[in-house]
């Protein structure tokens, strides 16, 4: 199908910041195209059978905690377009080496009832925690994904926050992971929970604001749980993109975007291999912003001042991901109470202390904390019954400068380095599932080269768009000075996790991007 020649407006990269936008622009009358460079639309939101043909593996992300109260996505009513939601019977795990669990149900009572048995008194605790997230857990999430400045989700927050603690709230959320809820507790769950969650991002577990990080996935998980859309991720972007076509919309996959047209200071055209795409309106730009600065706009179009300022800005850790279909269920040497889709594998949260340690230094850990997906546990329609499609991942540096372990591993991520750190990995799960590799039946090796090949938005295997630390986030978000989506471009705006409010399956990149989109297209009609 050839392309449109002008339209109202282009989105580039359908992942699920460019499916919002261009999902919230078509809601409001205007012609959009969005062009995809992958053969598929969902960027990090997908699922094939490369693994095993009888097996669905996500191939990026797989639980969508902030999908599930994100208001650009929900208000999409994607149900009406096939998306189902799975859960599993528990939201998250952690084993032990003697075979017990921390344990997160979505059940705050089952919860609970599991860490008062571990240690009396936890149970209350674990109460009392949750029910001050509660309390600010909707003024709190509304000022995080809306633009900046936040004035509604921030004045209900400071309306919430007196309730809960005032100020001393807000300095606890600032503590280190791997402090954060440890005086509340005597027993080591919650804190195994937290600090694993907060290994998610890539603070430091002892660092300063690592903490907010771990309890807020961990709250989410306790209020709404780690759905995962039935059938595989890839039916989220499907859902997406069925409803933007619905809308009007037109996609154009297979069709990378070479540039972006610059005149008189405003993006006029977007430059593809087949010709030339004029915008009457407005360019959304669901790219990394390195991409895009000085990429698909060129240096020429921009403020030095731009150029300057994105010298600092920093991805964040690389992935390696190793993608599993087993013939049997995982041997954990202990069987949970409640199976759990998500689980986290370290010793301790001294170990993972260590582990973000040695990534922040630039070494391959030497024990790496595993984030793992029991798929089928989740969703059975994802393999063969008795059978399990799972994945395991970790992050490892942008930039190697050594190995922690014994493998000499470079970075490089050859095959050879690829099989040696993989096979580390898979050492980690035998650790806490012994006879793990006799059920392995085939696996998958993503290393960050290979995620970035599949989807160009994950810079060097980086999955949020940028650094989480505080100094790339809020207003300083991908730089000091910006934090909202306007770029120095006329009518072009930046919709990808590397704006505020950053990275996650959320969509409000894109939703905040659409919303400033309208707001100055209005305003210049209106002159």
């Avoid at 999955?463 to 000075?481: K, T």
């Amino acid at each position: 199908m050839p392309l449109p020649t002008e339209v109202d407006a282009v989105v580039v990269g359908a992942g699920p910041n460019g499916l919002v936008g261009a999902n919230r622009l078509a809601d409001a009358g205007w012609d959009v195209l969005l062009l995809e460079a992958q053969p598929d639309v969902g960027g990090a939101v997908r699922s094939d059978r490369e693994v095993d043909p009888e097996f669905v593996s996500d191939t990026f992300s797989a639980f969508y905690p902030m999908a599930a109260v994100s208001p650009a996505i929900t208000s999409l009513g994607l149900e009406r377009f096939g998306l189902e939601w799975s859960h599993a019977p528990a939201v998250l795990g952690h084993p032990r080496r003697d075979g017990s669990w921390a344990l997160l149900h979505r059940d705050e009572d089952v919860t609970a009832g599991l860490f008062e048995a571990a240690h009396p008194g936890d149970g209350d605790a674990w109460h009392e925690l949750v029910a001050s997230w509660r309390t600010v857990e909707r003024g709190l999430m509304e000022t995080l994904l809306t633009p900046i400045p936040p004035v509604r989700g921030g004045l209900r927050l400071l309306s919430q926050l007196p309730k809960v603690g005032g100020l001393g709230y807000l300095r606890e959320l600032l503590v280190p992971a791997s402090h954060l809820v440890e005086r509340r507790f005597g027993g080591d769950g919650p804190s195994l929970l937290v600090a694993g969650n907060a290994c998610h991002a890539d603070i430091p577990v002892d660092a300063a604001g690592s903490g907010f990080i771990g309890l807020l996935l961990t709250m989410l998980g306790q209020t709404v749980g780690f759905p995962a859309p039935t059938g595989g991720a890839g039916a989220l972007a499907q859902a997406m993109k069925d409803r933007f076509v619905a809308a009007g919309g037109t996609v154009a996959t297979s069709t990378p975007v070479t540039g972006i047209r610059v005149a008189g200071g405003r993006a006029v055209a977007v430059q593809t291999a087949d010709g030339e795409v004029r915008v009457r309106r407005s360019v959304l730009a669901d790219v990394g912003a390195e991409q895009l600065y000085g990429g698909l706009v060129a240096a020429d179009d921009l403020p030095a001042k731009t150029l300057r300022k994105m010298d600092g800005f920093r991805r964040d850790p690389a992935t390696f991901k190793v993608d599993y279909a087993l013939d049997g269920p995982v041997p954990w040497s202990g069987t949970p109470a409640y199976a759990p889709g998500t689980v986290h594998l370290a010793d301790s949260v001294g170990a993972m202390a260590t582990y973000t340690s040695q990534l922040d230094s630039g070494y391959v850990p030497a024990d790496p904390y595993l984030l793992v997906g029991q798929m089928t546990t989740t969703d059975p329609s994802r393999s063969p019954a008795g059978t399990e499609a799972l994945w395991a991942y970790t992050h490892v540096p942008q930039e190697v400068l050594g190995d922690a372990g014994e493998d000499g591993l470079t970075g490089s991520w050859d095959p050879s380095e690829a099989e040696r750190f993989a096979d580390r990995l898979q050492a980690r799960l035998e650790v806490f599932a012994p006879g793990f590799g006799s059920r392995v039946r085939s696996r998958r090796i993503l290393t960050p080269g290979d995620l970035e090949h599949r989807d160009a938005n994950l810079v060097g295997g980086s999955l949020n768009g940028g650094s989480s630390a505080v100094d790339q986030q809020l207003v300083f978000r991908p730089f000091a000075g910006t934090g909202r989506s306007e770029t120095p471009v006329k009518g072009l705006y930046l919709a990808s996790a590397s704006a505020h409010p950053g990275g996650s399956v959320h969509g409000a990149c894109g939703a905040n991007a659409a919303r400033a989109a309208l707001w100055w297209d209005r305003l210049r009609l209106s002159r």
